[in-house]
Nanobody
Framework: QVQLVESGGGLVQAGESLRLSCAAS????????MGWYRQAPGKQRELVAA???????NYADFVKGRFTISRDNAKNTVFLQMNSLKPEDTSVYYC???????????????WGQGTQVTVSS
């Protein structure tokens, strides 16, 4: 199986920065997409940013120009640099990976346990 371990969350003031990291471990053949989602209390989980193994990236409109996603494919790690944080960015951030365990296996989706990001005004 695949485990995703996140780190880097915390409490910051508006305008400050945080960097989230997520490392995938386990018997993995390939990871096509790694990304970050977030979920605030009472709201649905939403995409923040995602990156393919080929280098393509996708961002939610509400983070464009402030957040940057990057990957280290060799280490199956994904990062999210969050700048100019706003109170509305307060949420639990979840790491996400889409990949397969073997060359002939099905594509599965994996989730981390989540890391809390709190931005005070």
């Amino acid at each position: 199986q695949v485990q995703l371990v996140e780190s880097g969350g915390g409490l910051v003031q508006a305008g400050e920065s945080l960097r989230l990291s997520c490392a995938a471990s386990g018997s993995i053949f390939s990871i096509n997409v790694m990304g970050w989602y977030r979920q605030a209390p009472g709201k649905q989980r939403e995409l923040v940013a995602a990156a393919t193994s080929g280098g393509s990236t996708n961002y939610a409109d509400f983070v464009k120009g402030r957040f940057t996603i990057s990957r280290d494919n060799a280490k199956n790690t994904v990062f999210l640099q969050m700048n100019s944080l706003k109170p509305e960015d307060t949420s639990v951030y979840y790491c996400n990976a889409v990949g397969r365990l073997t060359a002939w296996g099905t594509v599965n989706t994996y989730w981390g346990q989540g890391t809390q990001v709190t931005v005070s005004s």
